[in-house]
């Protein structure tokens, strides 16, 4: 049966990388692959057409696609709007409605790129972490929630952190399955000597463990001691799994460990069955926008995540993703990897590779 990606380009460079990201889509299909592609507004470019950032049609569209490739969001033109005009909020409300709790965030340093010279930035040589990050709970979403004006006349903001059993559970059984294909180890970290969810999250990841993966290593970390651990001796990690605020610093911190934010791609999954969500890690750089020299590779990373993750194609995802090391390889460079090609021209030489 054919199956569906749905393209949500989005604002500053998504469009550009995203189109590169199709280019390849298209040639899996030229060499069989039953796809359909979609393509629908979303972020920025909707609040201005649509006057919200994610229209009920496109979440519709969204929930009914196999897999949704996103590109970026947001841009200086929307900071500072009320909540429910900035892009921001239609990528929360995508991700909540999509129900996509797991966010897999790998944090790779390619051996082309492990040249100091080449990238002058720090990065760590043969790191390979993958973060499984709780993406539809926690501190972004506990009620209650908002700026409030106490008697006195001062103003109060609140955030609530809270989880509850299930919500820890599914999320650790992604990082666990995902584990026993990789080391057998998982990294939980969290912040169980001040924080009550915390403690929730601790007890919930050892239970299950215990029940249903006795063959996995489990660690426990506290999130400060983790952000040291990073620093220090990352290539101590393979998986880590961390709630939503905690994960979204650390999966940060480590991928300025790889030197290059353009290479990075991610994917938010749900339940079995359930369409994935996958994007690039970068945002809209607004600096860089229109001109046409995005790297395009972590966009052409996360078509190769939807692949494997949402579109049953593990063999066809691994050949994306040896097209773009060999074009590495070749010595392929945009301007982030010191480099002169254009988005455009670093597609051509990945599409290259990919024959
Ligand atoms: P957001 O808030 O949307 O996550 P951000 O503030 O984290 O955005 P980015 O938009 O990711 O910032 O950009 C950070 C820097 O990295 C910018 O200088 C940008 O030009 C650069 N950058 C991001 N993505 C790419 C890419 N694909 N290719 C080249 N440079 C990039
Ligand atoms: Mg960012």
Redesign the pocket.
């Given at each position: 049966m054919t199956q569906t990606l749905l393209l949500l380009p989005g604002d500053g460079?998504g469009p550009e990388?995203t189109a590169v990201a199709r280019r390849v889509a298209g040639r899996l299909i030229s060499q069989g692959l039953d796809l359909s592609i979609t393509e629908a507004r979303f972020g920025g470019v909707a609040i201005d057409a649509d006057g919200v950032p994610l229209t009920d049609e496109t979440l519709a569209a969204a929930k009914a696609a196999d897999a949704v490739r996103m590109g970026?969001v947001?841009g200086p033109q929307w900071a500072g709007q009320p909540y429910d005009k900035r892009p921001e909020a239609g990528l929360l409300a995508l991700r909540s409605g999509m129900n996509v709790y797991a966010n897999l965030r790998p944090a790779i340093c390619f051996a082309a790129l492990a040249d100091a010279s080449t990238l002058k930035r720090i990065h760590v040589e043969g790191l390979d972490i993958l973060f499984v990050r709780e993406l539809t709970g926690g501190v972004y979403f506990g009620e209650p929630r908002g700026i409030e004006t106490l008697a006195n006349g001062e103003k109060r903001g609140v955030n609530t952190h809270v989880y509850t059993t299930s919500e820890i559970e599914r999320v650790a059984r992604t990082a666990f399955e995902l584990a026993r294909g990789r080391k057998g180890e998982v990294v939980s970290a969290e912040k169980s000597n001040v924080m009550e969810a915390g403690l929730l999250w601790r007890q919930v990841v050892e239970a299950l463990r215990d029940a249903e993966y006795p063959d996995i290593t489990l660690t426990h970390m506290l999130a400060d001691n983790m952000a040291m651990q990073l620093v220090k001796n990352p290539k101590q990690f393979d998986v880590i799994l961390t709630d939503n605020l905690f994960g979204d610093m650390l999966s940060d911190e480590a991928a300025m460990l790889t030197g290059s934010?353009?290479m990075l791609p991610s994917a938010a999954i749900g339940a079995a069955g359930m369409p994935g969500l996958y994007e690039?890690i970068?945002?809209?750089?607004p600096?860089?926008a229109g001109r046409g020299v995005?790297?395009p590779c972590?966009s052409i990373l996360s078509l190769a995540m939807a692949l494997r993750h949402s579109l049953g194609e593990p063999e066809l995802a691994a050949r994306v993703e040896a097209a773009v090391e060999a074009a590495l390889n070749a010595g392929a460079r945009?301007a982030?990897l010191g480099g002169n090609l254009t988005t455009a021209q670093m597609g051509d030489a990945i599409l290259a590779q990919l024959t």
């Amino acid at each position: 049966m054919t199956q569906t990606l749905l393209l949500l380009p989005g604002d500053g460079i998504g469009p550009e990388v995203t189109a590169v990201a199709r280019r390849v889509a298209g040639r899996l299909i030229s060499q069989g692959l039953d796809l359909s592609i979609t393509e629908a507004r979303f972020g920025g470019v909707a609040i201005d057409a649509d006057g919200v950032p994610l229209t009920d049609e496109t979440l519709a569209a969204a929930k009914a696609a196999d897999a949704v490739r996103m590109g970026a969001v947001g841009g200086p033109q929307w900071a500072g709007q009320p909540y429910d005009k900035r892009p921001e909020a239609g990528l929360l409300a995508l991700r909540s409605g999509m129900n996509v709790y797991a966010n897999l965030r790998p944090a790779i340093c390619f051996a082309a790129l492990a040249d100091a010279s080449t990238l002058k930035r720090i990065h760590v040589e043969g790191l390979d972490i993958l973060f499984v990050r709780e993406l539809t709970g926690g501190v972004y979403f506990g009620e209650p929630r908002g700026i409030e004006t106490l008697a006195n006349g001062e103003k109060r903001g609140v955030n609530t952190h809270v989880y509850t059993t299930s919500e820890i559970e599914r999320v650790a059984r992604t990082a666990f399955e995902l584990a026993r294909g990789r080391k057998g180890e998982v990294v939980s970290a969290e912040k169980s000597n001040v924080m009550e969810a915390g403690l929730l999250w601790r007890q919930v990841v050892e239970a299950l463990r215990d029940a249903e993966y006795p063959d996995i290593t489990l660690t426990h970390m506290l999130a400060d001691n983790m952000a040291m651990q990073l620093v220090k001796n990352p290539k101590q990690f393979d998986v880590i799994l961390t709630d939503n605020l905690f994960g979204d610093m650390l999966s940060d911190e480590a991928a300025m460990l790889t030197g290059s934010l353009g290479m990075l791609p991610s994917a938010a999954i749900g339940a079995a069955g359930m369409p994935g969500l996958y994007e690039p890690i970068h945002g809209s750089a607004p600096d860089i926008a229109g001109r046409g020299v995005a790297n395009p590779c972590a966009s052409i990373l996360s078509l190769a995540m939807a692949l494997r993750h949402s579109l049953g194609e593990p063999e066809l995802a691994a050949r994306v993703e040896a097209a773009v090391e060999a074009a590495l390889n070749a010595g392929a460079r945009t301007a982030d990897l010191g480099g002169n090609l254009t988005t455009a021209q670093m597609g051509d030489a990945i599409l290259a590779q990919l024959t």
